[in-house]
Structures are given as C-alpha cells and as structure tokens.
C-alpha cells in the first residue's frame, strides 16, 4: 500500500544548490554519488511527465535498451517461444555463412608489428635436399609466428650520460646524449598522439592514464597530459578547419545530437538563475555530422548550447557548390539548418523504432512492419554486396522496394481509416510518425544516393557517448572545443582505413608543411605527401 507523501516542488537548480552547500561535510566521492543521485532523479522527473514516457521506455532508461534486431523483439513478445537464430542487421543471416574467426586475427592483421626475417640456419635455396637427397630447394614465402607482449601506453628512456670534473680547475665533462636525443622534447609526437588517441578515441580519462602510468613506473600527471594536447591541438587546427570545409562539399550529411556537460556553461547557467535572469537555453549537446562524397565519409563533431541543426548551417556556410545537399537526419526539427537550403530524408530506423517500443502491446502489427521493412533493408544490403552506383541502386530499389513501402503506407492508412487502431493509442501515433514524414523517409526511392537511415551518424555519436560515459564532463569550453577536434581527426581517420597514430604523428613532425598546405594532409591523402616532403 502507498502511503501518503507530502509533495514539495524543487526545481533542478535548487537541488544542484543544495547539494554545493552540503559539499563542505561531504568527501568527493561522496559530492559526486549525491549530484547523480540528484541529476538521475530530476531526469527521470522530466522524463516521466513527457508525452513520450511509457514503462517500456522507463525500463530502458533505468536499465538499459535491448537488441533492435528483429528475432530478439519478436522474442520479446513471445516469452515461451525457443529463443530465434541471431541476426545480422534487419533481416535473417544465410544459414549457409561461415562463422566469424571468434576473436583468431592472422599476422596481416599486424600491420604495425615490428617484422624480423628469421633465415633458416643450416638450409637455404639451391641446396640439396636433406631428406630424399636428390631434388634441390627453392624459396616458399616466409612462415609467419606472431608473438605479443605488454608494454606501458607510454615509456621512456632515462639517459645516464657519464661525467668527469678536472681536480684542478673544476671543470665538469659530460657525455652528450646519443643520437638525436639532445634536440629532442622531453615528450616527442608520439606522445601526444597516444594520450590523444587513448582519451579521445577510446574514451580513457587522464586520471585513469596517470594511475596506470603511475602503477607502471613511468608517471604522466594529468595537467601534463592535458597540456600535451592542448598544444597538440592547436598544431593541428588548420587540417581541422580544411576537414570542415571539405565536409561542406559533401554529397549526403548525416547530422544528430548527445547531451554532453561543460562545467563551464553549468555554472554560468546557475549564477544567471540566481541573479534573476535564466538563460533562454540551458541545454549542452555534442552535435555530429558525417559528410559522405564520392565514398569518402568525413566525421565532425561540436560541442556546445548549439543543436545539430545550428552546427550544420554553420557548416554549410561554407559550402561552394550550388546543389543544396542531401540531408539525413531523424525527425526533430531542431536538426534542420533553417536558414541553409537541403533536400532532407528522415531515418527509417527511427521509424521502425517506434514500432519496437510496442511489440508487448501490439505484436502481430509489430512483426508485420518489421519483416516488411526488413525486405528493404535486405535489398539494401544487395544492392551494397553487388557495389552499385547510385543510379542502379536508385533503380534496384524502385523496383524492389516502391511496392513493399506502397504496401506498407496503405496498410497504415487502411488501419486509420477502418478505425482498427485508436489515433492517439501508442500504434496510432507509431503510424501517425510515419505517414507524416513518409515523403522524407521515402526519399531513397525518389533521388540517388539517399540512405536509408541516420545509423552513420548515430555510430560515429558513439565516440562522444563514449566519453560521456568515461570521463562525464568537459570542464570548460576550451576543452570541449579541444575533445572536438581530435575526435573529428580520429572518428575520420577510421572512417577512412587510416591509421590515427601515424596519422596524428606524421601530422607534429610536418607542422611547416601542415601549415602551408592543410588540404595535402588529410588522414586519406597525408602519406603521399609524408612521401613527398621525405623526398624534398
């Protein structure tokens, strides 16, 4: 039984203020469980008063989603059925495929190994054969032993250089550093580029790389480590800006956005409620933007009060050609560049997912969209397997895929018409969704190019989620602009099958050169240039 709770309004900042009054008598670690106790209870407050909460939706917050994938929300629906084979992406894997390597990588998969050629010791080519004694060798490729070992993210190398002194005079003789160690820095690019590459690529927060470093007897404090990349960061700031205006040119952006936190911007929110005068948008989001052209994708991302639709328009400012792009993005409006012309496509994943949530409630209607828009996806993954140009696969999808989603949007109105579904049930705003953008989710079947969804985008967030989740905040607006940059030069990087480290690397020991010409060091043309600039 309930009992009767007294209801007291207090606002978000108000609990944030009491809770820096009460840090004086609490430890640290005890300030932080109570401020996301207290920022996890005003969310959930939030969110349970939207429009949008429903169990289902709670669940997930609390608890984390589930697997989309078709077989497993279908499962969902049906407790007492065996569990379905797994699936890859939306539709059922070939029975016939062969398993994965279970985690088994060749030495191929070592491109940065130190390689050492190992001659046989006693044979080698145009000897006799020691076995049957008549027939002669000859040369087979190299048989490849792969051999790992542990090593600290970063080392270094202590110098003890001899010293003599004259009994005489005084005078103190020391051994000068070997090789070029003597212009050396005390921390060299490659330096940078691990911290770089370990905080902002794989979400590691300095003072976890300190305890480690510590731990491992090569201390690296975090206010050298942010040091390092900052100065980093601003060597690499002309190939940033090119990167965004090569972005510009795109053919297809994909954009969307993540709460993130600024300390910062936090605190200048509160002392503007304090004085009387809140700010018109106290919101923090990491917005990223993928731009695709000639199948070279580019990933940005901006951290700030902007949305996604705000850092795209200041982005496609700088756009030359007049063709307005294409631009995928889900259905918020605050993704759009309103001021920027884009021929705009909605995300058909988005759509599906909203069906998803209802799959308890409603499961024949559920499993019919999905295994209709599953027929899509499959011609998708077609059309991609045969390499198609964007005219054919325009076409292929035409063909194939116009009739399934006909027959889909009849099915949806048929429902509305024949009263078979209450409007303003959770299926009924499902379908609502969907007839409203149908346009925009349709776009594939009308103009080359389109994707079908924002997952690009949506994958490449994963890097700023990622951060979010490890290191929770940015503590100033510098830093955020900072964590940007590298996770733009990382996220294309790997977009691009190129090497970060290298890349970040090659970049600190070219600065002249990055400097006169940032378009000749992008991370997908930057070795024909290291080639060039070895050779001059």
Not at 96 to 117: C, D, F, L, S
Not at 156 to 163: D, F, H, N, Q, S
Request: with cysteine.
């Amino acid at each position: 039984m309930a009992r009767n709770v007294e209801r007291v309004e207090v606002n978000a900042e108000q609990l944030a203020s009491i809770a820096d009054r009460a840090r004086g008598v609490l430890s640290d670690e005890e300030y932080k469980t109570l401020r996301a106790a207290l920022e996890t209870l005003s969310y959930l407050t939030k969110f349970i008063a939207s429009q949008k909460a429903s169990l289902r939706r709670l669940r997930e917050v609390l608890f984390g989603s589930k697997t989309e994938k078709t077989a497993a929300v279908l499962d969902q629906a049906k407790p007492d059925a065996p569990p379905s084979a797994p699936e890859d992406g939306l539709f059922p894997k070939d029975p016939k495929a062969k398993p994965q390597g279970h985690g088994r990588n060749g030495a191929q998969a070592y491109g940065a190994a130190e390689r050492e050629t190992v001659a046989h010791p006693t044979l080698k080519p145009k000897d006799r054969c020691p076995e049957c004694r008549r027939g002669k060798l000859y040369a087979l490729p190299p048989a490849q032993v792969v051999r790992v070992r542990g090593q600290a993210p970063l080392g270094a190398t202590v110098y003890e250089l001899g010293r003599v002194r004259c009994n005489l005079c005084g005078q103190v003789f020391t051994a000068p550093e070997p090789g070029g160690a003597a212009a050396a820095k005390k921390y060299d690019a490659t330096a940078g580029s691990m911290i770089a590459l370990l905080k902002y690529g794989s979400g590691l927060p300095f003072h976890r790389l300190e305890a480690l470093q510590r731990d491992l007897e090569t201390p690296l404090p975090t206010s050298t480590q942010w040091e390092i990349v900052r100065d980093l960061g601003r060597a690499c700031e002309p190939v940033h800006q090119e990167l965004i205006r090569q972005a510009a040119q795109g053919e297809v952006l994909h954009n969307d956005d993540t709460g993130m936190k600024i300390l910062e911007l936090m605190k200048e929110h509160r002392e503007q409620i304090a004085r009387g005068d809140p700010p018109e948008r106290t919101g923090v989001f990491t917005s990223g933007i993928v731009s695709t052209r000639e199948g070279r994708r580019i990933a940005l991302f901006f951290t700030g009060k902007k949305h996604a639709g705000e850092n795209l328009a200041e982005v496609l400012a700088r756009r030359k050609a007049s063709v307005p792009p294409i631009q995928m993005c889900d259905g918020l409006s605050r993704n759009l560049p309103h001021q920027m012309r884009t021929i705009v496509g909605n995300c058909l994943a988005h759509g599906r997912r909203q069906f998803v949530e209802l799959v308890e409630t409603f499961p024949e209607h559920v499993e019919h969209l999905l295994v209709e828009i599953g027929k899509v996806y499959e011609n998708e993954a077609k059309a991609k397997a045969q390499k198609l140009s964007a005219a054919d696969r325009l076409r292929f999808h035409q063909e194939r895929s116009a009739p399934v989603m006909k027959a889909l949007k009849a099915w949806f109105e048929g429902l509305l018409a024949n009263k078979q579904v209450e409007p303003h049930s959770g299926l009924g705003k499902a379908i609502r969704y969907m007839l409203k953008r149908w346009d925009k989710l349709t776009l594939f079947l009308r103009a080359p190019g389109v994707p079908l969804d924002n997952n690009l985008c949506e994958r490449a967030l994963k890097k700023a989620i990622l951060n979010r989740k490890n290191a929770y905040f940015y503590k100033t607006q510098k830093g955020a602009r900072i964590g940007d940059l590298f996770m733009s030069l990382i996220a294309t990087c790997q977009l691009v099958h190129a090497n970060p480290f290298e890349y970040l690397t090659a970049l600190q020991q070219n600065l002249r050169e990055v400097h006169l010409a940032p378009q000749r060091w992008m991370p997908w043309n930057y070795k024909k240039a290291l080639r060039d600039a070895t050779q001059n």
